[in-house]
Nanobody
Framework: VQLQASGGGLVQAGGSLRLSCAASGKISGIGVMGWYRQAPGNQRKLVAS???????NYADSVKGRFTISRDNAKNTAYLQMNSLKPEDTAVYYC?????????????WGQGTQVTVSS
């Protein structure tokens, strides 16, 4: 069971990026999925999360600019990031509560770098 994140890159302020997080392996179910970010010298913080039924939660700093969604058929969550600001620069990590053969655990994907230039 693993999470694979993709979609980071370099973009100018005001631009957009879309991150993807795909779960793979012998998965029996997927609960909440989320995106976190960590800037240099800072703690990892929640950006957005989405439950299996589609309820969402956002950090105040990204409300109105970022949108989290998921495709349960593809075991994938997305983070659409619009109106990006230099302060959004960070390594973004996806996280998901995954059920496997014997247990449910939180998994982390590898980070993907998002850099917003001014």
């Amino acid at each position: 069971v693993q999470l694979q994140a993709s979609g980071g890159g370099l973009v100018q302020a005001g631009g957009s990026l879309r991150l993807s997080c795909a779960a793979s392996g012998k998965i029996s179910g997927i609960g909440v999925m989320g995106w976190y970010r960590q800037a240099p010298g800072n703690q990892r913080k929640l950006v957005a999360s989405i439950t299996s039924s589609g309820n969402t939660n956002y950090a105040d700093s990204v409300k109105g600019r970022f949108t989290i969604s998921r495709d349960n058929a593809k075991n994938t969550a997305y983070l659409q990031m619009n109106s990006l600001k230099p302060e959004d620069t960070a390594v973004y990590y996806c996280n998901a509560f995954l059920g496997s053969q014997m247990s449910w655990l939180y998994y982390w994907g590898q980070g993907t770098q998002v850099t917003v230039s001014s």
